[in-house]
T-cell receptor
Framework: DQQVKQNSPSLSVQEGRISILNCDYT??????FLWYKKYPAEGPTFLIS???IKDKNEDGRFTVFLNKSAKHLSLHIVPSQPGDSAVYFC????????????WGAGTKLIIKP | DSGVTQTPKHLITATGQRVTLRCSPR?????VYWYQQSLDQGLQFLIQ???????AKGNILERFSAQQFPDLHSELNLSSLELGDSALYFC?????????????????FGEGSWLTVV
């Protein structure tokens, strides 16, 4: 039962353009969502988060949007830079998961020069 | 550098064998988590310890066990290894209990231990 889904295993975007990474979830009890970024040979690092009381959170070039009715969140990176090439994991938590993070499979973002 | 140290970085072993993965959390962090990442899979939560006590269990097989020692370092023991156990095993730590509602951003990951079972 995959409660957090990232349906795109990979995404290729031109440098300077917008990157949009998507994440869907099935558990309506999730109330906090996070994006982590992972470079090869490194552990994931926290990027940005959003709670269910908001529908948007922005941090510099990174913006996360939450659509609760659609159980969908997205990460926008504008403008995309070569250093953004990494695997991006979506994770969610809530009372049903005892607040343990439930992770998606990740999306590999490739920024083309 | 997250401050979380994992050893060994790479390990190759045969089926049926037993291995121990080690983790030193960030200074001051009381919670330690173990995750498994298999090929093309997301991060699977295995187990969490807080100040020496088991706090939460995820999809951890009975052949696997873990413990957290008084100095807060942790070990993940994998026994009767099978080919399917080949994966990247991450340790993470946090200063407080991650099951607190909005504490997810305080989890710090190590670089992982690559386990290959042949």
């Amino acid at each position: 039962d995959q409660q957090v889904k990232q349906n795109s295993p990979s995404l290729s975007v031109q440098e300077g353009r917008i990157s949009i990474l998507n994440c869907d979830y099935t558990n309506s009890m999730f109330d906090y969502f996070l994006w982590y970024k992972k470079y090869p040979a490194e552990g994931p690092t926290f990027l940005i988060s959003i709670s269910s009381i908001k529908d948007k959170n922005e941090d510099g070039r990174f913006t996360v949007f939450l659509n609760k009715s659609a159980k969908h969140l997205s990460l926008h990176i504008v403008p995309s830079q070569p250093g953004d090439s990494a695997v991006y994991f979506c994770a969610a938590k809530g009372s049903r998961s005892n607040y343990q993070l439930i992770w998606g499979a990740g999306t590999k973002l490739i920024i083309k020069p | 550098d997250s401050g979380v140290t994992q050893t060994p970085k790479h390990l190759i072993t045969a089926t049926g064998q037993r291995v121990t993965l080690r983790c030193s959390p960030r200074s001051g962090d009381l919670s330690v988590y173990w995750y498994q990442q298999s090929l093309d899979q997301g991060l699977q939560f295995l187990i969490q310890y807080y100040n020496g006590e088991e706090r939460a269990k995820g999809n951890i097989l009975e052949r696997f066990s873990a413990q957290q020692f008084p100095d807060l370092h942790s070990e993940l023991n994998l026994s009767s290894l099978e080919l399917g156990d080949s994966a990247l095993y991450f340790c993470a730590s946090s200063v407080d209990l991650s099951h607190q509602r909005f504490a997810g951003n305080t989890i710090y990951f190590g670089e992982g231990s690559w386990l290959t079972v042949v």
